[in-house]
T-cell receptor, first 115, second 113 residues
Framework: GAVVSQHPSWVICKSGTSVKIECRSLDFQATTMFWYRQFPKQSLMLMATSNEGSKATYEQGVEKDKFLINHASLTLSTLTVTSAHPEDSSFYIC???????????FGPGTRLTVT | DAKTTQPPSMDCAEGRAANLPCNHSTISGNEYVYWYRQIHSQGPQYIIHGLKNNETNEMASLIITEDRKSSTLILPHATLRDTAVYYCIVRPPGGFGNEKLTFGTGTRLTIIP
């Protein structure tokens, strides 16, 4: 089946630094990808929609200048957490719809810890 | 998207059928019922989806009531690896512009040895 990968799977960074998370669709092209955040014992919350060739669309309450999204190609979207703080520590998950199969696939997630 | 209601947690004995209910009383005519699950510290995994007919695949069965206001996901022979949070999601048919998924709180299913 279709596969979506994320890199890195986990990362620890110091407060004030920036971290980039990659999301790749491995066997299909994705003009749209989604980024979610999940805090412990909570559900997934959609942060933004990444669109190839255009600006990302952010959900209400998500700071676009803090969470920079770049949909560089039809198989790659990146999420950069800028000036990270401990409260940004979370599990970040991406997903991509495969229009051939009319289905959406999720990446394995990236656990970010900001110290 | 229609809102869904699920019990927060359930237990099931290993080897027995796990029946997970979901209420979606405000579902509209063209919205599908999707089920995903999330095993601890992993991304969600697609299980099954349906519109109004019952569906079955290698993972599970989906029973949708005739009025479509509720559904039940059935894992026929639960194993310890089925321990996860199960999400019931209602969404429009797949296709460009209809991909956004809204996750509720889900049901935490624990399989008991």
């Amino acid at each position: 089946g279709a596969v979506v990968s994320q890199h890195p799977s986990w990362v620890i960074c110091k407060s004030g630094t920036s971290v980039k998370i990659e999301c790749r669709s491995l066997d299909f092209q994705a003009t749209t990808m989604f980024w979610y955040r999940q805090f412990p014992k909570q559900s997934l919350m959609l942060m933004a929609t990444s669109n190839e060739g255009s600006k990302a669309t952010y959900e209400q309450g998500v700071e676009k200048d803090k969470f920079l999204i770049n949909h560089a190609s039809l198989t790659l979207s990146t999420l950069t957490v800028t000036s990270a703080h401990p409260e940004d520590s979370s599990f970040y998950i991406c997903s991509a719809p495969d229009y051939r199969r009319y289905e959406q696939y999720f990446g394995p997630g990236t656990r970010l810890t900001v110290t | 998207d229609a809102k869904t209601t699920q019990p927060p947690s359930m237990d099931c004995a290993e080897g027995r059928a796990a029946n997970l209910p979901c209420n979606h009383s405000t579902i509209s005519g063209n919205e599908y019922v999707y089920w995903y699950r999330q095993i601890h510290s992993q991304g969600p995994q697609y299980i099954i989806h349906g519109l109004k007919n019952n569906e079955t695949n290698e993972m599970a069965s989906l029973i949708i009531t005739e009025d479509r206001k509720s559904s039940t996901l059935i894992l026929p022979h639960a194993t310890l690896r089925d321990t996860a949070v199960y999400y019931c999601i209602v969404r429009p048919p797949g296709g460009f512009g209809n991909e956004k998924l809204t996750f509720g709180t889900g049901t935490r299913l624990t399989i008991i040895p």
